[in-house]
Structure formats: structure tokens, C-alpha cells
């Protein structure tokens, strides 16, 4: 558990306050394909989900992984309900497909200036895609919450 969710766990009363950040914490956005990547565990190969988008073998396996122990997906996807509150299979695909049009919408220009300046475009999105995995097993990222970052070109 990073120290943000600690602290905000015990001194801000079970997340109810935000104390870590009041200190220079900020909260870690972890998958389980990052931590897999952390204990050496290669990527393997990389390829394209429809829909979902460039992922690898270890990072497939996380989106599974992650959907196991990630609430929102318990309450809507598996229609469970969790302290009182529930949901469908439809509300999280309306939550995961706004998200992807959100992050599509973000980085337009990204996009567009990847698809004009590179000769192959494939070979240009999974150097990015990679370089940007690497970046966030290795928490060298220092761009906050951006999913693009500071890539090499």
C-alpha cells in the first residue's frame, strides 16, 4: 500500500479527509500489470484488442486481474452488490467507453501529429505504448495523471 492510502486510511479517518496531500503525498494510480512489471515479469508480446487497444501479454493478464479486485468492476460488471450499492454490465461499459473517448478527445492532438510525422504508424503506437508502461512500472513518470507523459521521440 503506497503511504497517500495509509495516511488518508488512519490520520484523514478512512479516506474521509485528505491529509496525505497536505504533506507532499500523492496518490499512486497502480494496475496490476504495473506490479507485475515491477517483480521482473516481462511484457511479452504486444498486440491490439479491439476496442480495448494496445495492451501486451502481462498487461492483458492485469486487465483481468484487475477486474477482480477493482469494486466498480465487481458492482456493475459482475452485478454484485457491495455495501448497499449496484449496478449493470451497462453502466460499466458506458463508464469504460466514455473514458476511452475522453482519453481519445485529450490527446487528438497527440494522435494526429503521431499519424502525420511517423512512417509507420503500428511500429510508432507501440513504441509509445511501451515506452509509456516502462514509465509507469518505473514510477519515472513525472507528468501527474497525464497518460502520454514525456515520451522518448
Keep these: ?87 449493470s454490465q451497462f453502466d460499466f461499459l458506458s463508464v469504460k467507453g466514455a473514458a476511452a473517448v475522453d482519453f481519445r478527445g485529450d490527446n487528438m492532438t497527440n494522435f494526429d501529429s503521431l499519424e502525420k510525422n511517423s512512417i509507420d504508424m503500428y511500429a510508432s503506437m507501440k513504441s509509445v505504448y511501451l515506452q509509456d508502461r516502462e514509465n509507469k512500472i518505473n514510477n519515472t513518470s513525472d507528468t501527474g495523471d497525464e497518460d502520454w507523459g514525456k515520451l522518448d521521440k
Design 1 to 87: 500500500a503506497s503511504a497517500s492510502f495509509v495516511i488518508n486510511t488512519t490520520i484523514g479517518i478512512l479516506g474521509l479527509g485528505n491529509p496525505a496531500s497536505k504533506m507532499g503525498l500523492r496518490a499512486q494510480k497502480e494496475d496490476v500489470g504495473q506490479t507485475l512489471g515491477a517483480y521482473g515479469i516481462s511484457s511479452g508480446c504486444y498486440f491490439v484488442l479491439p476496442i480495448l487497444g494496445p495492451t501486451t501479454l502481462r498487461d492483458s493478464v492485469g486487465i483481468i486481474a484487475d477486474s477482480f479486485v477493482d469494486p466498480f468492476s465487481i458492482v456493475t460488471w459482475r452485478e454484485k452488490e457491495l455495501l448497499g450499492i449496484s449496478g
